[in-house]
């Protein structure tokens, strides 16, 4: 049997596991405390969105996050409110996690989508973090007004997953799959990264002048409902990092890897508690990038 149908089955299973929440839950047991916080004299205000049926939340499966952040010296505060120039005003960085919507339409609206767009090019600084369908389809407004197009679907690649599955795909310098940028290379060597695990995710690609964080290497593979179709993701990325006007945008194309959770009847660790990676760090260089506009001086 040709290797490329046996990756249907496994995509189905992730994608129905991913969204029973029982399945999911935060590992209480990660350690999110920052020994020497990168902001101690300032504190960058972080607005974590919570309007839009996020699947992922400051006290849920993004707690571990949040925290971790907050340890960082970031000031974390929940959004409760339709995107506004009003709601966005005093915030340095917006994080949305996994916004949902019914029937695979968008998330926001464009008034919204519109007033994200204007409050990042005025210099605000956007984390957009989306996932494998149908989480593509929800923020795909959104992230149209960046610049950056989603599969929408499921991305595979078995030449470089680990061993527990075939999506959970694997990104190293080694194999030149992380890509040159002040959020991989960390402030000093300590932060560099050098291996990250995601957790089946979609494919991105970002517009002219961005850099692939996590590059698809040639022989991954994305899966698009609702025919199924698979095409090659070579050339495309699952993590993007890019100014757009006098802000920043970092856009995830899988919302695990920034997680800390254990999932299943056996616990299995889903996130940055996944041995042997820099998931942790990665969160926290993704931080530092976009909060350094309003803070350059402590984060660097």
Known sequence: MNRVIL????????????????QQVAD??????????????????????EAHANFHTTTGRYKPFADLIASDGLKV???????????????????????????????????????????VQQGGSLLLITDHDPFGSASESLAQRFGVEMSKGYTSDP?????????CLNFTREEKLIGDHPITQGRNDSERINRVVTFTG????????????????????????PDNKLTSAAGRAQALAFPFGKGKVVVMGEAGLLSAQVTGPDRQPMGMNYPGIDNRQLALNIMHWLAMPKAKDEAR
């Open 7 to 22: 990756l249907v089955p496994v995509f189905l299973v992730v994608g129905v596991g991913s969204l029973a929440s029982g």
């Open 28 to 49: 209480t047991k990660f350690d999110t405390k920052v020994a020497k916080p990168a902001y101690t004299a300032t504190h960058p205000k972080v607005l974590f969105d």
């Open 77 to 119: 505060t929940p959004n409760l409110s339709d995107f506004s120039k009003k709601t966005l005003q005093g915030a340095d960085v917006l994080v949305i996690a996994n916004a949902t919507a019914d029937q695979k339409k968008s998330a926001f609206t464009d008034a919204e989508a519109d007033a994200v767009r204007d409050w």
């Open 159 to 167: 030449a470089h997953s680990e061993p527990r599955s075939q999506s």
């Open 202 to 225: 979609q494919s991105l690609k970002g517009p002219s002048g961005s850099v692939a964080l996590l590059k698809l290497a040639d022989t991954a593979i994305d899966r698009v409902p």
